[in-house]
């Protein structure tokens, strides 16, 4: 069994080592010359190639032991660092990934052995010293005698299988000490409300002050524990954009800012796929080809930058390219032309307005369908997937400079900040005359501001056609929705001199929820509901609240789906998409 | 079930049951499903839920939604200055789920060759709900079902 928990260390810090290779060869094909870089990948091969050892997995032993000879002779400047050797390196990388993953899932290295890789890279460093090539050779015949003896040894590391890596996760030890030394003041600060039974309200007083001090730090610790530097993403993406650009045939480069600007785990898992997504898209349609770049006196090299950055309690991310920009007009006319929006809204829309229609579903301005994107199933899957942790996506462009798409995410998805209403109602028969209060919560990020109107201006700016209610809000209509007739409450207020207006945003439009109180902004963590109210799409989950009582989260599009204020029919939209662009899409 | 049916003695035919009532139904469910009892707990409404949603309660952090007996089985609530209902919180994958009971009663110890059919004439709102019935010296045990009443669908409507 101890052996187990070995591997499955060995797993990780190889994943770990792999992903960091990836990057490091990449940047070294920029800078051949790099010394450290080239130390640092010729230590993560050669810490590969002592753990394969040790656990006698002789194909990645032998893989690894040319690969790194081949590197030594980068190093010892007997070769120089030639595109194809780059080529050759990543696709060794990519090797010893598959027979990592093999290694995870069955225990075993499997039973490729990739002859033609070690014949390529046995050849590739014969080609730099004819003398070391017999012992590399010999070597290579010995990894696939050994070969077949693995397998006992192996299948012992089989027991836990299932992705080791992104179950795991490291903490640093001074932040787990700190906790430690939290838990152990928490525990104080219990025994001291214990003891306290008879002491005056004074001592407990102080002692509850101190269990809060301690809570809220302790909150504050396990959060950070689940932090993560989004590098861990992006770390894969200059592998990603050098493989698109020579599919492509264009030159770009990668720089990356901010890479230690940290989210929360389950955040960076929700973002992988739509920020690859982007990437590629900047790679496709951003960049020009080297011609036309030079063709407009722009370097023939395209750049695509990504920074993220944090700002008030989210975090920002940017994908910008320096390619052709987005063309308004362009988008205009084929989301007409594809029926997504009427001929005379299109003329009317501002360039902002025109530039968010690539979130639609079903457009791409693509011109022709390459392998890499241009279904038009893509940006809107990017927002979709964005809204889904509580962000948003928005884009700007210039002709000829340049596209940026910028993501506003949270940091946690544990913990958000929302705003507490109330509604009040009779409908509790037992207690009478008292109204219930029913408390409401609505996340931060769909709140737009407060509004209170008190006495007769009310009457003057609230209009009504028929039985819909708008409040004039700005020069433009807001739709007002009362919180209690959605939900079906019987409300009790009478006609009062007060109205509060909660102005919300949801799937891009905005309206005023009608709330007999509001509360207080407050930070809180979302639980979900029970599978037998998952149907209700109005709740996005629900909060344990400072008196112990649970508060209903809004979910802002369920609720204005509800009051029919955007359409009903958003699934069935999404279910329309062809399956077959479904299942073959660029995003994925 | 193992468990519990090695402390039942000889371990061969026998079931239990927590037992409790609901209106003048007596009824039971598998003892091995129950993870707690409860008094009286507080309980948030959710509008737009279904009737049988009685609400949801906090328990120890845990946000448990109760299902109402009553309601379930098609009776008329409970009515002004009666006892207050209590919970029986029952283990599922998708976490716990509690449902609202008039009184709990104790844990029986029932051989399985006392389980007879589900009468016909029992309306079919209930019957859904019925796992069997049990004949007992003390009456007749309705034992629940409790899959259907993890898979209820508390929602109203749909929007």
Not at chain 1, 61 to 66: C, D, E, V
Not at chain 2, 74 to 96: F, K, Q, R, T, Y
């Amino acid at each position: 069994m101890e052996f187990a928990e070995e591997m499955r260390e060995f797993l990780i810090e190889s994943n770990d080592g792999l992903a960091a290779l990836d990057r490091d060869i990449v940047e070294l094909e920029k800078h051949p010359t790099d010394e450290l870089l080239i130390g640092s990948v010729f230590r993560t091969l050669h810490t590969l190639k002592g753990a394969s050892g040790f656990f006698g997995f002789s194909i990645l032993g032998s893989i690894t032991h040319i690969a790194e000879n081949l590197l030594g002779q980068v190093r010892d400047k007997q070769r120089n660092l030639t595109p194809e050797l780059v080529s050759l390196m990543l696709s060794t990388v990519d090797v010893v990934k598959a027979v990592l993953a093999n290694i995870e899932e069955c225990g075993h290295e499997g039973a490729d052995d990739y002859q033609e890789l070690r014949d390529r890279l046995a050849e590739m460093f014969r080609s730099g010293s004819e003398a070391m090539f017999e012992a590399a050779a010999a070597e290579v015949e010995r990894g696939t005698a050994i070969a077949d003896e693995a397998g006992p040894v192996a299948e012992l590391a089989a027991s836990k299988g299932s992705l080791a890596s992104s179950s795991t996760i490291r903490v640093d030890v001074n932040l787990l000490d700190k906790l430690m030394n939290l838990v152990g003041e928490l525990v104080l600060a219990q025994n001291q409300i214990v003891q306290s039974g008879t002491a005056n309200a004074v001592t407990i007083h102080g002692a509850l002050q101190r269990l809060n001090l301690i809570t809220r730090e302790l909150h504050e610790g396990v959060m950070r524990a689940r932090m993560q530097p989004i590098g861990v993403v992006w770390n894969k993406l200059p592998r990603a954009v050098r493989d698109l650009a020579a599919a492509v045939g264009k030159k770009i480069e990668v720089h990356l800012e901010g890479a230690e600007t940290e989210l929360d785990k389950t955040i960076i898992e929700a973002i992988k796929d739509p920020l690859m997504h982007l990437v590629r898209n900047a790679c496709d349609h951003g960049i020009e080809s080297c011609e036309a770049r030079v063709a407009q006196g722009k370097s023939p090299h395209g750049t695509i930058l990504l920074r993220a950055y944090h700002e008030g309690g989210y975090v920002n991310l940017e994908i910008s390219d320096d390619g052709a920009g987005i063309d308004p007009q362009r988008i205009k006319s084929k989301a007409v032309q594809r029926g997504l929006v009427p001929r005379e809204r299109a003329a009317q829309m501002s360039e902002w307005e025109a530039l968010r229609l690539i979130f639609l579903p079903g457009l791409s301005t693509a011109e022709k369908v390459t392998p890499i994107s241009g279904r038009g199933v893509g940006m809107d899957v990017v927002r979709t997937n964005i809204e889904k942790i509580g962000g948003a996506v928005d884009v700007t462009s210039r002709a000829g400079v340049g596209s940026t798409i910028k993501i506003k995410i949270p940091m946690t998805l544990a913990i958000i900040p929302g705003l507490a209403v109330s509604v009040h109602s009779t409908r509790n028969i037992v207690s009478g005359a008292m109204p219930d209060e029913h408390r409401f919560v609505i996340p931060q990020a769909n709140l737009l501001e407060l509004v209170r109107l008190e006495g007769p201006e009310r009457r003057k700016q609230i209009d009504r056609i028929h039985e819909a209610e708008f409040y004039r809000w700005r020069g433009k209509l807001l739709p007002l929705a009362h919180l209690s007739r959605i939900l079906g409450l019987p409300s009790c207020t009478s006609e009062s001199d007060v109205l509060n207006i909660v102005v919300v945003k949801a799937e891009e439009t905005a309206f005023g929820l009608v709330v007999d109180q509001i509360d207080d902004t407050q930070k809180i963590v979302v639980k979900a509901l029970g599978k037998q109210l998952k149907e209700l799409r109005c709740y996005a989950g629900a909060t344990i609240m400072g008196d112990g009582k649970i508060a209903l989260i809004l979910d802002l599009p369920g609720v204005a789906r509800l009051a029919r204020i955007v359409p009903q029919a958003k699934e069935s939209v999404d279910e329309s998409l062809e399956p077959e662009q479904a299942a073959a899409g660029g995003w994925r | 079930m193992s468990a519990a049916d090695a402390a039942a003695g000889n371990g061969v035919g026998i079931r239990q049951f927590a037992t409790f009532r609901v209106a003048d139904m007596f009824m039971g469910i598998e003892l091995a499903r129950v993870q707690e009892l409860l008094r009286y707990q507080e309980m948030t409404w959710v509008p737009l839920a279904a009737p049988m949603i009685a609400g949801l309660i906090n328990l120890r952090g845990q946000i448990v939604t109760v299902v109402d007996m009553r309601r379930i089985l098609g009776l008329a609530p409970v009515a002004d200055g009666e006892a207050l209902p209590m919970n029986i919180v029952i283990h599922s994958d998708g976490g716990p789920v509690s449902i609202l009971v008039d009184e709990i009663c104790d844990v029986l110890d029932v051989p399985i060759e006392a389980s007879t059919p589900i009468p016909a004439n029992l309306p079919p709102e209930q019957r859904e709900f019925l796992e069997g019935v049990y004949q007992l010296g003390c009456g007749l045990l309705l034992v629940i079902r409790t899959e259907r009443i993890l898979a209820i669908d508390g929602s109203l409507i749909t929007p």
